[in-house]
């Protein structure tokens, strides 16, 4: 998914889903679209079955021009940006800003409350996916960072199941717990798991 590449301009890759409640003016964003260069694979008048085309069609980005949207449309969006995330263009009218926020929290890359300017259109879907892909880079960096402090507090927690139960210093708990990774080629966090199943057992505790 990009507007350009570093051998230039490639406006044809990008796929785009229109939304617009008015039909003449959904006409004439399509026009403006396809005149410059992009595939526009849908036209929807509302957000029903918004989900469904996407899944069906795979947009690249999905722009929504619409007088009053309503919730529906926060719902598909939010549905879209939890299991297929994507930049979304919404144009509206619409000041409040709680509704705002609501349609950023909703998977909105850029909501803009001008009247649509065709001269615009390609800088405004550069700056959108631009900042869904900075957004998802950043998301699944802290992912990365929390992944690995679970990590973390997983070894601890097997690593003291085995200090206790075996009565073993810190470093001989750690280096049982490497030697096990190493002879069964599992990552350490995988062998910790499965000490704390045998040892952080209830069960077994009864017994």
């Known amino acids: 998914m990009a507007i350009e590449n570093a051998a230039g301009p490639c406006v044809e890759e990008t796929r785009i889903m229109l939304v617009d409640d008015q039909p003449d003016r959904a006409a004439m964003l399509e026009s403006t679209l396809r005149a410059l260069g992009f595939e526009v694979v849908s036209v929807l008048a509302s957000a029903s079955g918004l989900l469904y085309q996407m899944q069906q069609l795979e947009p690249h980005v999905i722009m929504i021009d619409i007088d009053s949207p309503d919730r529906d449309i926060l719902e598909s969006l939010a549905l879209i940006n939890e299991h297929h995330p994507l930049p979304v263009v919404m144009f509206s009218p619409h000041e409040d800003p709680d509704f705002i926020q609501?349609?950023?929290?909703?998977?909105?890359?850029?909501?803009?409350?001008?009247?649509?300017?065709?001269?615009?259109?390609?800088?405004?879907?550069?700056?959108?996916?631009?900042?869904?892909?900075?957004?998802?880079?950043?998301?699944?960096?802290?992912?990365?960072?929390?992944?690995?402090?679970?990590?973390?507090?997983?070894?601890?927690?097997?690593?003291?199941?085995?200090?206790?139960?075996?009565?073993?210093?810190?470093?001989?708990?750690?280096?049982?717990?490497?030697?096990?990774?190493?002879?069964?080629?599992?990552?350490?966090?995988?062998?910790?798991?499965?000490?704390?199943?045998?040892?952080?057992?209830?069960?077994?505790?009864?017994?």
């Open 102 to 207: 609501q349609a950023v929290s909703s998977g909105v890359s850029a909501y803009m409350m001008d009247s649509l300017n065709p001269a615009k259109v390609r800088p405004i879907l550069e700056v959108a996916i631009a900042q869904f892909e900075r957004f998802q880079a950043l998301k699944r960096e802290l992912n990365s960072t929390q992944q690995k402090l679970d990590d973390r507090d997983t070894i601890e927690k097997a690593k003291r199941l085995l200090m206790k139960q075996q009565r073993l210093s810190e470093n001989e708990a750690y280096k049982n717990m490497r030697s096990l990774a190493m002879n069964n080629s599992q990552p350490l966090v995988r062998v910790a798991e499965n000490i704390i199943a045998i040892l952080d057992n209830p069960q077994r505790d009864a017994s």
